[in-house]
Structures are given as C-alpha cells and as structure tokens.
C-alpha cells in the first residue's frame, strides 16, 4: 500500500478544516484541558477546544509518553508465550489527534452537553527490548529489538462536556472507536554466526499471516522486520479544562 494514500474519510475532514479556517480566527471561546485518565499508564495529554459555530468545535489533542517500562506488565506476561521479552522492555509514543464535535443538547450555551464528532489520529509508537533465542545445543543468545509503529486511523467519538464552576469544565469522552492501517519497523542489531542466522530466520518466518504483511531479513549482522497491517483502538478520556 502506498503511505501518502489517504481514506476518504481522511480526505473530507481536510477539507472541512480548510473551509472552516476563516471562523476558527474569528472564534472566541477557548478550552484548554488536561486529560486525566492516560496518567496510569505514565502518559501526559493536553487538549485545546475551540469554538467555531454555535454548537460547533474543533478539538485538538496531543499525548505523549518519555521512555519507560511497559505499564501493565504483569497482566501483559500471562497473554504473552514468551514473557521475558517484557522484562527489560520499554515504551515510548506520541499522539496527535483532531476532531469535530458537533454539541446536540437543547438549552444548553456553546461547548457543553452531549456531543458527537468524527476524528482523525496519528501515532508514533517505540518499544526497546532484548529477545532471548537459543542455537540447539548452545547457550541462549540475546539480541537487542528497537520496534517503531506508525499509524493512521478515523473515527467516531461520542462524550458529554459539562460546568463545575464559572470557568472550569469537566470533558468525559464516553467512547471512540477507530480504525486504520499502521506501518511497523523492527530492527535487531548484533553479529551473527550462520547458525544462529538460521535459527532466527525461522523464528521470523512463523510470524505475520494473512492479515499483516511481513517482510524479513537476516544477515550476518543482525535480523529486521517490516511489516503494513490494520490498526484499531478505542479513545476514552476524563479531561478537566479550563475556557477563557
């Protein structure tokens, strides 16, 4: 699959951004806001609301996590066969994702009540880790993992943004789902002998399926994988925010 080709989902959201560009200069009701829930997994995010029509917004979110341990390890080593690939595991990524939302409840003033809305994301995911293979009749080899994920996906998401005092709101994303394709890097660097070679190249060769399409290479340098797949996932948030 080509990587500059876009949905047309994807298609339409630009366009309306562009042809709203001129109200968003114009608009006066802005929200800041601090996500609260992706703190348990170490990841901080921060959102910017900004009202374009009466009942009408963008909102624009951007999340990030520094280098760390991969959260929820212990619950993640009993679905995995091979759990000593978490031990020295870690995880970084940055998220960028702008929506609509379109404010239904009746009675209510500008950005506040129930509202739904379609979105787009981007992600940029890396994960650090050693993996552990072992030569018939040798000792076990380790050889350092550096995995990077791209994605793209589109969606829909429903929540409901409410007052807690003259200025402060609470924004609870109740769900949204989304769908798209991802991009996948791994790249293992040490000296190889031709035995543990092959050994790896087996390994590699069990992986992917019909659905993910996977490309691999081993040399006497080290093993890398690349591979186009679908992605999917569902946005959940508690945000306190802010509006000047």
């Given at each position: 699959?080509?990587?500059?080709?876009?949905s047309?989902?994807?298609?339409?959201?630009i366009l309306i951004m562009l042809g709203?560009?001129?109200?968003?200069?114009l608009?006066?009701?802005?929200?800041v806001?601090?996500n609260l829930?992706?703190?348990?997994?170490?990841t901080?995010?921060?959102?910017?609301?900004?009202e374009?029509?009466?009942?009408m917004?963008?909102n624009a979110?951007?999340?990030?996590?520094?280098?760390?341990?991969?959260?929820f390890k212990?619950?993640?080593?009993?679905?995995?066969?091979?759990?000593k690939?978490?031990q020295?595991?870690t995880?970084?990524h940055f998220?960028f994702?702008?929506e609509?939302?379109f404010?239904?409840s009746?009675?209510?003033e500008g950005?506040?009540?129930?509202?739904?809305?379609?979105?787009?994301?981007?992600?940029?995911y890396?994960i650090?880790s050693?993996?552990e293979?072992e030569?018939?009749g040798?000792a076990p080899?380790?050889?350092p993992?550096?995995?990077?994920i791209k994605?793209?996906?589109?969606?829909?998401v429903i929540g409901s943004q409410?007052?807690?005092?003259?200025?402060?709101?609470m924004d609870?994303?109740?769900?949204?789902p989304h769908?798209?394709r991802?991009?996948?890097s791994?790249?293992?660097k040490?000296?190889?002998t031709?035995?543990?070679?092959?050994?790896?190249?087996e390994?590699l060769?069990?992986?992917g399926?019909?659905?993910?399409d996977?490309e691999?290479?081993?040399?006497?340098e080290g093993a890398?994988?690349?591979a186009?797949?679908?992605?999917a996932g569902?946005r959940v948030?508690?945000s306190?925010g802010?509006?000047?």
């Open positions: 699959m080509n990587n500059n080709s876009k047309p989902i994807t298609n339409w959201l709203l560009f001129p109200n968003l200069l608009a006066q009701q802005n929200t806001k601090f829930l992706p703190l348990v997994s170490k901080f995010a921060f959102e910017y609301e900004r374009i029509k009466p009942k917004t963008v979110s951007i999340a990030f996590r520094g280098k760390s341990s991969v959260p212990d619950r993640l080593e009993n679905l995995i066969d091979d759990d690939i978490l020295d595991a995880l970084s998220t994702t702008p609509f939302r404010y239904t009746r009675g209510s950005a506040r009540g129930f509202y739904i809305g379609p979105f787009i994301k981007y992600g940029k890396n650090q050693n993996y293979f030569v018939e040798e080899e380790n050889i993992l550096d995995l990077d994605t793209w996906s589109a969606g829909f409410f007052k807690l005092a003259k200025s402060v709101f609870f994303r109740i769900l949204g769908y798209g991802s991009n996948i791994l790249v293992g040490k000296t190889l031709p035995e543990e070679q092959e050994t790896l190249r390994e060769d069990g992986i399926g019909d659905v993910i996977v691999t290479e081993v040399n006497g890398s994988a690349k186009k797949g679908p992605w569902i948030g508690l306190i802010y509006r000047f």
